[in-house]
């Protein structure tokens, strides 16, 4: 069935530096990918999302990069702050299609940002 | 959490009850998602509902029950035929126009617990 595969499990970065986090999915039908953060003890939110007919978009301190050819796709986190400090899911999905379009989630990866 | 609320936060369970949790969303959205999170684990789909009164069994449906009688409403419950039901429950919806789910948002969720 369809998979999602999420890299590294757990990520511990400096204050100020970067974070990537990247996921590859399996279904090539795939074509639309959010990112969720979750906060301890809470749901996930959305942070941002990408369409497949887009390459990258961006939005402040994070970016989100598709390359569907190798079907993956990446989350950057730039200038990272103690805030920044969560479990990130990766996700994918089909839009448009007339059966009920189940996002498939990554197993997220933990980041700590050292202060 | 944007116009999502589940109920209670904490839940206590014996064994061999059933126990009900509650969903509840304004946001007008027609499709609605239960999901199971078990620790450092990813996001299970438990059941779904695109439309009141019709709703699909996701991934992991045993010893689950769910019921959709008014748009805003997607009661989940946790039977007593649940082996392992001690997890954190995240309920979602989303818009659902011409067979296109639209963006998952989620709730604070519940954790549930059994005794």
Redesign the interface.
């Known amino acids: 069935g369809e998979n999602v595969e999420q890299h590294p499990s757990t990520l511990s970065v400096q204050e100020g530096d970067s974070a990537v986090i990247k996921c590859t999915y399996s279904d090539s039908a795939s074509n639309y990918f959010?990112w969720?953060k979750q906060e301890l003890?809470?749901?996930?939110?959305?942070i941002i999302?990408i369409r497949s007919n887009v390459g990258e978009k961006k939005d402040q301190r994070i970016a989100v990069t598709l390359n569907k050819t190798a079907k993956h796709f990446s989350l950057h986190i730039t200038e990272t702050q103690p805030e920044d400090s969560a479990v990130y899911?990766c996700a994918a999905?089909r839009?448009?299609?007339?059966?009920?379009?189940?996002?498939i989630?990554?197993?997220?990866t933990r980041l700590s940002i050292r202060p | 959490?944007g116009g999502?609320t589940?109920s209670p936060k904490y839940l206590f369970r014996k064994e061999g009850q059933n126990v009900t949790l509650s969903c509840e969303q304004n946001l007008n959205h027609d499709?609605m998602y239960w999901y199971r999170q078990d620790p450092?684990?990813?996001?299970r789909?438990i059941y779904?509902s695109?439309i009141v009164n019709d709703f699909?069994k996701?991934d992991i449906a045993e010893g689950y029950s769910v019921s959709r009688e008014k748009k805003e409403s997607f009661p989940l419950t946790v039977t007593s035929a649940q082996k392992n039901p001690t997890a954190f429950y995240?309920c979602?919806s989303?818009a659902y126009s011409g067979?296109?789910?639209?963006?998952?948002?989620?709730?604070?969720?519940t954790?549930l617990t059994v005794l």
């Not at chain 1, 839009?95 to 996002?103: E, L, N, Q, V």
């Not at chain 1, 989630?105 to 997220?108: D, K, P, Y």
């Not at chain 2, 450092?40 to 996001?43: M, N, P, S, T, V």
């Not at chain 2, 067979?99 to 969720?109: L, R």
Request: glycine share 22%; proline share 6%; net charge positive.
């Open positions: 959010p969720y003890g809470k749901g996930p939110q959305l999302d899911f999905s839009r448009g299609y007339s059966s009920a379009s189940k996002i989630f990554g197993s997220g | 959490d999502i589940q499709a450092g684990q990813g996001l789909l779904y695109q699909q996701g995240l979602a989303s067979g296109a789910s639209d963006t998952q948002y989620f709730g604070p969720g954790r």
